[in-house]
């Protein structure tokens, strides 16, 4: 994960990787990969594609929100959080 505050001089984040595989979680255990992220009602909304098992597995889509309630995207992520999405994703 990459972030940016103007969109040229890129970081890599230090809550690196946001999102991972878990066995806790079935339709999420083997790969995750192909991210997007979109803001929408004081939020940002990262979406995914996950893969339950690794040869023939079922593929699924994922979201993780981030609410921003107000603040500045880049000044919210520099807060400490759990599991939630970042901005600028490359």
Excluded: C, H
């Excluded at 992220?37 to 098992?53: H, K, P, Q, S, T």
């Amino acid at each position: 994960m990459l972030y940016s505050v103007d969109g040229i001089d890129w970081k890599e984040s230090d809550y690196n990787p946001i999102v991972t595989p878990d066995s806790n979680y079935a339709w999420r255990s083997a790969i995750i990969y192909q991210l997007d992220v979109i803001f929408w009602d004081d939020a940002l909304w990262m979406y995914f594609n996950a893969r339950e098992g690794w040869r023939g597995g079922i593929e699924r889509i994922g979201a993780v929100r981030l609410p921003l309630n107000g603040n500045e995207p880049l000044v919210k992520l520099q807060k400490p959080f759990k599991n939630k999405g970042k901005l600028f994703i490359r």
